[in-house]
């Protein structure tokens, strides 16, 4: 009996290892449309933020999203320091 466990488990092992091996070897792009062409970045945090103003938040979910959302008003330097951008 232990011998039919252990050829079950090791003849999963290897197909398993050969489905994961052959999943990178596919020719055709799985997907693709409208979603391809979108060229967006899209960012995950770990939750929800608290605050969104830039003046209330004390944590990093809130900054994340301060900084994608406020990145087009302000670059930074070579010292990584926040430049406002002029817009006139």
């Known amino acids: 009996m232990f011998k039919d466990i252990r050829f079950t488990a090791i003849v999963s092992i ?11 070897c596919a020719s ?3 997907g693709g449309g ?4 979108e ?7 770990p939750g929800e933020p608290l605050t969104i103003d830039p003046t ?10 301060i900084d994608q ?7 930074r330097d070579a010292d990584n320091k926040r430049k406002f951008v002029k817009w006139c």
């Open 14 to 24: 290897v197909i398993g290892f050969m489905a994961v091996l052959l999943s990178g």
């Open 39 to 45: 060229k967006a970045l899209k960012i995950t945090i």
């Open 69 to 75: 959302v406020s990145e087009g008003i302000y670059r």
């Open 34 to 37: 409208a979603e391809s062409a």
């Open 56 to 65: 209330k938040s004390i944590e990093t979910n809130g900054g994340a999203v």
């Open 28 to 30: 055709i792009a799985v």
